[in-house]
């Protein structure tokens, strides 16, 4: 009878052993559970990934380009009042585009792509030209959906925006 009362016994090996086990499985959870929400995309309201509040329609004069940094984006309105929001992600390799008001163009730092100012090609290894981004007007405000870019071959007149 000793020994079958030793065998039901918890040792110090076996709690050790339990404890050791609890230890790894609580590790490897908190891992699992921090690379998860590494990985998991954060939008936020108003965000990229989401519809923008690009800013009121009078910032954007006629005849100018402007970056909305929430957006990842340009806003870039024709001298004949026409919007076009132009994603500064370049056509070659991805790689941020600026705007260079002295040039009077997006200049891609990367590889020297050149667009001017309706996102076209203009030199350079960029196969087309700059993604859009559709345009709306809500009680004055111009509003950019940046959920999924438009791919463009070549600049057509009807991918601008005309406010009304």
Known sequence: MVSTARANQL??????????????????????????????????VGGFGSEVIAGDLEEFEPGTVSYVRK???????????GVLALWQKCTHLGCTVPWR??????????????FDRRGIVLDGPAPRPLDLFPVTVRDGK??????????????????LFYPG
């Not at 040792?11 to 998991?40: C, D, E, I, P």
């Not at 957006?71 to 009042?81: M, N, P, Q, T, V």
């Open 142 to 159: 111009l509003i950019v959906n940046t959920r999924q870019p438009i791919e463009r071959a070549a600049f057509d007149p009807s991918q």
């Open 71 to 81: 957006g990842r984006l340009y806003i870039s309105r024709l001298e004949d009042g």
């Open 101 to 114: 008001q002295d040039l009077d163009e997006f200049h891609c730092p990367c590889h020297s792509s050149l």
């Open 11 to 44: 040792t110090r090996r076996n709690f050790l052993g339990w404890a050791w086990m609890a230890s790894l499985v609580g590790l490897f959870g908190q891992g699992l559970g921090a690379l998860f929400f590494f990985f998991k995309p954060r939008v936020e």
